[in-house]
């Protein structure tokens, strides 16, 4: 049984901590009682530090990290002492909230969370990628839960964490740093410790080689390592781009003993454990979506150092990864594509919600209209005739204007929005919510 003392001592020493470091994150959540709250994202993103700031402002919170030595080899009744030790030290105290950190290492950790629940409590949950996958967590809590995933910083978040104002007459004062870390940013990406430590080559290859050796090897008892290296050198050197089962079983197949299923298998392990992502063709057809060719893309920039790094496809990496966080965070109904015709216009982002798609953007690395290749927007205004969409945005490197563009009758008013601001850029359905 656990020992109640050392539990008494560790809630008190807990709460003395000082989470004046601690920064805000963009992603808000909301406590529903009967409803376990889930922190999922990919490794070494913050999801820990994402709960401490959860409570920060919270009197009547318990924290219970599960790999901390007081908690070892505990067993889900031993949540009935480690609550009674909180009451013991604070027993007027109501509307407990109980954060429980790396929950994988208990076992049948889900009897815990529905024993809180039962008794009132408000929950949040978070867990390891290594052992515990983000839509496992959902899994085991059978419909008792919310889930909100957590990415690695926005650029708004990248420069809060270097003390960078940008809101309103800051944005003005600090003009030239903000343009400036822009490259940084698309360099070394947004893990937070990349964020504020000098040594961030050595950190991102740390991270690399875990991700890959516990999320992946380890987690899936991969036999065939040489081929999940080759995949994945494969995929750092080719972010950004188009990839298909078929390419790459006939990529590999000359040198190795290879299947298609095994391709197919070890691209959902890159992606449970969300070290890549794939996009899907925007297709009327759901078969047409599911059988297209996808394009790849990094958890974060700063991987891309270890391949072919390109600043034009960091810049739509970077686009990709700032999407999937205003949908994560602001808007769990919008959906993210690219589109491609039989005629070639490619549009590298169809933005739809509902039944509607409300935005079409391409990414270009230019600094003048007359830099911007001419498909760019013509592609633009193709979707916007297909697609019925109104809203056409071409994302540059420091290009900035709205233009009304025609070509063989097709009319548009295309905004050309440099990158550092359109990072910024919170859109004002969300920003009523950030």
């Known amino acids: 049984m656990i020992d109640k003392e050392l539990v008494k001592r560790y809630i008190v ?249 095994t391709i197919i298998n070890y691209l959902s392990y890159f992606e449970d454990s969300m070290l890549f992502f794939f996009l899907r063709r925007f297709e009327p057809s759901i078969k047409s979506r599911i059988v297209s060719p996808r394009k790849i893309y990094l958890i974060d920039t700063g991987f891309g150092i270890f391949g072919n790094k390109s600043i034009s496809r960091d810049m739509e990496n970077a686009v990709f990864l700032e999407l999937l966080r205003r949908k994560y965070y602001f808007n769990p109904l919008c959906e993210i594509y690219y589109f491609k015709d039989s005629q070639g216009h490619e549009v590298d982002f169809v933005v739809k919600e509902g039944d509607k798609v409300k935005e079409c953007i391409n990414v270009t690395y230019a600094s003048g209209f007359d830099e911007i290749d001419k498909r760019e927007w013509r592609s633009l205004l193709k979707a916007r005739e297909v697609l019925g969409c109104s809203k056409l945005t071409i994302v540059t490197w420091d290009y900035e204007d709205k233009k009304e563009l025609s070509w063989f009758g097709r009319r548009g008013e295309i905004s050309f929005v440099p990158l550092w601001k359109w990072l910024l850029q919170i859109p004002s359905k969300e920003r009523r919510r950030y």
């Open 13 to 261: 020493e807990f709460r003395k901590r000082d989470f004046s470091d601690v920064k805000r994150r963009e992603l808000k959540v909301e406590f529903i009682k009967g409803k376990a709250i889930c922190i999922v994202g990919p490794r070494r993103v913050g999801k820990t530090y994402f709960l401490y700031s959860l409570m920060m402002n919270l009197e009547n919170q318990l924290y219970v990290d599960f790999e901390h030595p007081v908690f070892y080899n505990v067993s889900p009744r031993d949540i009935i002492h480690i609550i009674d030790s909180y009451f013991e030290l604070y027993p007027e105290r109501k509307n407990l909230y109980v954060f429980l950190d790396e929950v994988q290492a208990v076992e049948d950790w889900e009897r815990i969370v529905r024993y809180l629940l039962d008794r009132g409590f408000y929950v949040a949950v978070t867990g390891s990628s290594s052992r515990l996958m983000s839509h496992e967590i959902a899994t085991h809590l059978r419909g008792r839960s919310i889930t909100y995933y957590l990415l690695t910083l926005s650029f708004r978040e990248a420069l809060n964490f270097k003390n960078i104002e940008h809101k309103g007459e800051n944005f003005y004062l600090n003009y030239s740093k903000i343009k400036g870390l822009i490259s940084e940013y698309l360099k070394y990406g947004g893990y937070p410790e990349v964020i504020l430590y000098d040594v961030k080559e050595r950190v991102l290859k740390e991270y690399l080689n875990l991700i890959i050796r516990r999320d992946i090897i380890e987690r899936y008892n991969i036999r065939n390592k040489h081929l999940i290296n080759e995949l994945i050198y494969f995929a750092i050197n080719n972010y950004s781009r188009y990839i298909s089962y078929d390419s790459l079983l006939k990529l590999f197949k000359q040198r190795l003993n290879v299947t298609k299923r």
